[in-house]
C-alpha cells in the first residue's frame, strides 16, 4: 500500500472541509424580518417627533402613534418581548446543535418525526423603545415608518419599511396590539389591504360606474370605520381616496378633501418603486398625482407593480377566499398558536383557559402590508385590556413563539400537522406557493 505524504493528507482534511461546508450551505434559507409594533413616542414637545414625512411640505403629517396600552402595561413592550422570543426559536435553525431543538418543537405539532432542514434567517426592526433612551434629541428615529430627513444634516434616513425592503424578506410578521371595546370578547386579528382590484372597484362606485352592490355584497364590505358617522363604503372610499390621490374624500366620495392630506407614500420609501426626483412637479395634472378620479392614470412604476399579478396573489383571493397570501400567512399563523398553546400547555398544573377567538381581519389602506415587497402577517395577536390575552402573551410567551416559528416554518415547508377535532382552530399546514413569486422579493431596491 502506498504511503500518503503529509501533504497530500492535509490537501484531502481540506476538501474534507469544504465539502462539509458546502452540504451545510445547501440548505435552503429563507429571509423573516418580524416587526414588534411602534416602539416611538406621541408627545411632540418639540414639533420634531411626528412621523409620515412628505417632502412637498416639508413637515411630518402625523404624530407618531405610540401605540396602545392599559394600566402599565404597552403594547410596545408585550409585542418587542414576544418578537425577541420568536427570533431566539427562529434563531436555532441556523445552526446543527439548534436545529435539534426546533426539530423537538416540530413534533409537538407534527405527525411525522423527519423534517426538511431549512434555516430561517431572523431580523429583528427594533430591539428597543424610545423610553430606552431618553437623551435622544429625536427619540422617534429608531422607529418612523416613512424615510424622514437628519434634524441637523437635511439628510434623508431610512424609516422602517425602506429598512424592511432592504433585508429582501419573503415574510414579515409584524406584531401589535388592540384595545377591546365593551363587551369584546378578546383574541386576534389579521390587518390587511386589499389590491388595486377592489380600489379600482371602489373607484368606480364612487364615479356611479358600479353598483354600490359590488362592494358590499362582497368579500371587503366590512371595512374599518374609523370616520365616526360614516358608513362602511364612505370610509372605503376615503380609503380609496389616500391609496389613489394621497388626499382623502369629502363624505359623498365625489372629491377630494384637500384639507386631509396623507401623501403620496410609495415615495416617502427607498425602493424601486419610488418616481423619478422631481416627480413633485405633476401633481395637480392629469396622470399619477391627479387630485380627481376622473384625471388619475395608474402610470408609473409603482403603479405598474399595484397592477401586477404577484400584488393580486399577494392582497387578493387565496386560500382564505380574499385577502390574498398576506390573509392566509396571517391567519395560518394565528391557527398555529390557537393550536400550539394547548398542546404545549396540557400537562401544566393547571387547566388553560380558553383562548379567545381570531376575529375578522381589519381592513384598510394600512402601510406595512402595501409597501413591504414581502407577504405581510400583519397580525393583531391580543387585546391589551383582555387579561387571558395578556397571560398568554407574557407569562406564556416562550410557548406562543415556539408555536408562531413553527407555523412560520410551516408556510415555507408545509407541516403534516396532528389534527386535534377538541380545538376550535387546526393549521392547515400548506406551504405558500413561494415558486411563483420568482424573483420578487429581492427586484425590490
Known sequence: ??????????????????????????????????????????????????????????????????????????????????????????????????????????????????????????????ETSFDDDVTSEDPNAPYRLYDFPDPKSGVRKKGRLSKINELKPQLVLSLHLNPASKGQKGGMAAVLTPGYKTFSNLKKISQ?????????????????????????????????????????????????????????????????????????????????????????????????????????????????????????????LMRFVQYGLPIQLKEKDSPYPELGPIQKPYISTYSLPTYTNALCAFIEIGYVNRSRDMKYLTQNKKETAISLAVGIYSLFVGLDVKKNPNLPYNPKGKKVNWERYENYFEDVL
Not at 23 to 28: G, I, M, Q, T, V
Not at 256 to 282: C, H, T, V
Open 1 to 126: 500500500m502506498p504511503s500518503v505524504s503529509f501533504r497530500n493528507y492535509c490537501q484531502f482534511l481540506l476538501l474534507c472541509f469544504f465539502l462539509h461546508n458546502i452540504s451545510l450551505s445547501s440548505e435552503p434559507s429563507y429571509r423573516i424580518v418580524i416587526d414588534p409594533g411602534h416602539g416611538g413616542v406621541a408627545k411632540d414637545p418639540k414639533a420634531q417627533h411626528g412621523d409620515k414625512y412628505d417632502s412637498v411640505s416639508q413637515t411630518f403629517l402625523e404624530t407618531y402613534k405610540q401605540g396602545t396600552e392599559h394600566g402599565n402595561t404597552t403594547e410596545r413592550k408585550v409585542v418587542l418581548d414576544l418578537a425577541k422570543e420568536v427570533h431566539k426559536v427562529l434563531k436555532l435553525t441556523e445552526t446543527e446543535t439548534g436545529w435539534k431543538e426546533f426539530e423537538g418543537y416540530l413534533k409537538l405539532f407534527s405527525k411525522k418525526n423527519e423534517f426538511t432542514r431549512v434555516k430561517l434567517i431572523s431580523h429583528l426592526t427594533r
Open 208 to 332: 356611479k360606474e358600479k353598483s354600490p352592490n359590488s362592494f358590499l355584497n362582497g368579500p371587503w364590505s366590512d371595512w374599518l370605520i374609523f370616520q365616526s358617522g360614516w358608513s362602511k363604503l364612505e370610509n372605503a372610499t376615503a380609503d380609496t381616496w389616500i391609496y389613489l390621490h394621497g388626499y382623502w374624500s369629502k363624505k359623498n366620495g365625489k372629491e377630494a378633501d384637500l384639507s386631509k392630506f396623507e401623501g403620496y407614500r410609495q415615495n416617502m420609501i427607498s425602493w424601486k418603486y419610488a418616481d423619478d426626483p422631481n416627480w413633485e412637479k405633476n401633481i395637480g395634472v392629469k396622470g399619477p398625482y391627479a387630485k380627481s378620479h376622473e384625471e388619475f392614470l395608474a402610470t408609473g412604476k409603482f403603479w405598474e407593480r399595484e397592477m401586477g399579478k404577484k400584488e393580486e396573489w399577494r392582497r387578493e383571493g387565496g386560500k382564505e377566499g380574499f385577502g390574498g397570501d398576506n390573509h392566509y400567512v396571517s391567519r395560518e
